[in-house]
């Protein structure tokens, strides 16, 4: 096993030595297209997380909601990556490792929302719900099955194997730290009381899985953060002297000069790309499963996802361990050293609460994870054998995780989840101009004084493969009068995007 993962240790670092100015060069291309959004928005983002979903002919909701949509990806991010993963970075790249994984967060705003406003554009009617993600990007707008195929199988190995596998040993961690006994007796039980609870769930769908999110992602977060900023106040003396070593390790001349600079840029990068999957292909299927009006309102609320996951929820994992204070870069990492800091600060009692939240945002990632995988099952084939396959194999993977030591998981994840990313990337690249006309088409309705709505007729006859968005997908002449008269908007006029 040791073996197995020092090659996948090295492959990693090979694949994300060219990765990380990619992913930087990317998110400033994005940015510069779309003008800023990711900071030029931010009071839109905020309104549109809280516009209902869109009714049928019957008053029914259609799909899930934007708030349900977010939820659903706000489940995938925030989890391992937050805890584990931040104090991992913090223990081996140091905490200069934290202004990275924030450069990242705010280039990768654009990147979110160009991945999630294309994803709604191309979605695809399945019954009463929508889907979409990359598979069906690649093949509706670059007219490529086959990358589709591809993109696929990668997220089918990546989120509903390596992913959901790391998601769910994260759990058991967070169990076996707060009962303080490493017995093969409490990995059994826990994997035991996960994959019941993962069953139960993933039988009920999408909308089951959206509500569960919605219902738990928020409260476990906000919990989150308030006991971070608990145990912020207790060290709140060292507080100046963290965002010291913040930014004077990331541009230390002692860390160049030890070579620890790479080192540093390589685990802020990849931590925070693996917390906020901004550009890595995941978020994109949750954002097209929402029904809103126009697809750049899904776009700014998957950016105002990267900031949540990473500016608020990795930053109090950074300031958690770096004001405890701990011995970084020996052996302890990961769960173990995010626990060791909590109760440091706070005493056991704040471990206890450590770990029953980083069980619930695991367990919602291993969700999240069951969706992804869930959806691209449903691009390769229709046959509902295999999909009962599917759900049968992640369920037992999802026991496996629980067992396993998480060394080769971590390091497997470091392998995957790039190349999922550079497929995704480079297909942004090319699109990145529909999301920019997306924006200004929002903006001018906006600017009329309208509530903004999309459909084919507005957009350029160029454009081929949208299917979702005929008139009678948008929202009905009633409930855009309805939202207009609650957000004190002018009535309608008609506006013909140019």
């Known amino acids: 096993m040791d073996a197995v993962n020092t090659f996948l240790v090295d492959a990693g670092e090979a694949i994300w030595v060219p990765m990380i100015p990619i992913v930087l060069v990317a998110g400033l291309v994005f940015t510069v297209m779309t003008r800023g959004v990711q900071i030029t928005m931010l009071p839109a983002m905020f309104r549109t997380l809280l ?11 259609r799909s ?4 349900a949509a977010f939820s659903i990806s706000a489940a995938g991010r ?8 931040v104090s991992t970075a913090v223990a081996m790249g140091g905490a200069g490792a934290v202004f990275w994984m924030w ?27 929508y889907r979409g993600g990359g598979a069906v990007i690649y093949e509706k707008a670059l007219n490529s099955r086959v990358g589709g195929m591809v993109f696929a199988v990668m997220v089918l190995v990546c989120a509903g194997i390596s992913f959901n596998m790391l998601q769910a040993n994260t759990v058991s961690q967070a169990v076996v730290q707060a009962v303080g006994d490493e017995g093969t007796w409490v990995k059994w039980v826990t994997a035991g009381v996960v994959t019941l609870l993962t069953g ?20 476990m977060a906000g919990a989150y953060v308030l006991l971070g900023l608990a145990i912020v106040v207790v060290n709140f003396e060292q507080i100046p002297a963290v965002f010291t070593e913040i930014i004077g390790q990331a541009f230390g001349f002692r860390e160049i000069v030890a070579g620890a600079f790479g080192t540093m840029v390589m685990q802020g990068v ?23 009006s126009h ?15 990473t500016l608020i929820v990795c930053s109090i994992t950074a300031f958690i361990v770096l004001s405890a204070n701990p011995t970084l870069g020996g052996q302890t990492a990961g769960v173990e050293l995010a626990y060791e800091s909590v109760t440091t600060a706070i005493g056991q009692w704040g471990g206890l609460a450590l770990a029953a939240i980083l069980f619930v945002l695991a367990f ?3 969700l999240a994870d069951f969706y992804y995988g869930e959806s691209n099952i449903h691009y390769l084939t229709r046959n509902t054998t295999l999909h009962t396959v599917f759900k049968v194999i992640f369920v037992a993977l999802t026991f496996a995780g629980c067992i396993i030591e998480p060394k080769v998981l971590w390091s497997l994840a470091d392998v995957l989840f790039p190349l999922l990313a550079l497929l995704t990337i480079g297909s942004l690249l090319l699109l990145v101009p529909k999301a920019s006309w997306l924006l200004k088409d929002y903006r001018r309705q906006l600017k009329e004084g309208v509530e903004p709505t999309f459909t084919v007729d507005r957009m350029p006859t160029s454009w081929k493969g949208v299917t979702a968005w005929e008139p009678e997908d948008a929202m009905d002449h009633a409930d855009a009068v309805e939202y207009r008269r609650e957000h004190g908007l002018a009535p309608a006029r008609d506006s013909v995007a140019d």
């Open 200 to 219: 139960a769930v993933v039988l009920g769908g999408v909308r089951r899985i959206g509500r569960v999110a919605e219902t738990l992602v928020p409260f």
């Open 64 to 67: 899930v909601s934007t708030l």
């Open 270 to 292: 990849k931590r925070a790309m693996f917390s906020n999957e901004a550009g890595m292909g995941l978020s994109g299927h949750a954002a097209a499963s929402a029904s809103v």
């Open 295 to 309: 697809p750049v309102k899904q776009g700014f609320a998957q950016t105002l996802g990267v900031y949540l996951d």
């Open 78 to 85: 925030i989890g391992t990556a937050n805890i584990a993963g």
């Open 51 to 61: 516009d209902p979903p869109l009714k049928d002919a019957d008053g029914e909701d």
């Open 364 to 366: 919602t990632s291993v």
């Open 103 to 129: 450069l990242i967060a705010l280039v990768g705003g654009a990147t979110a929302f160009v991945e999630s406003t294309i994803a709604q554009l191309y979605k695809v009617r399945d019954g009463d719900s």
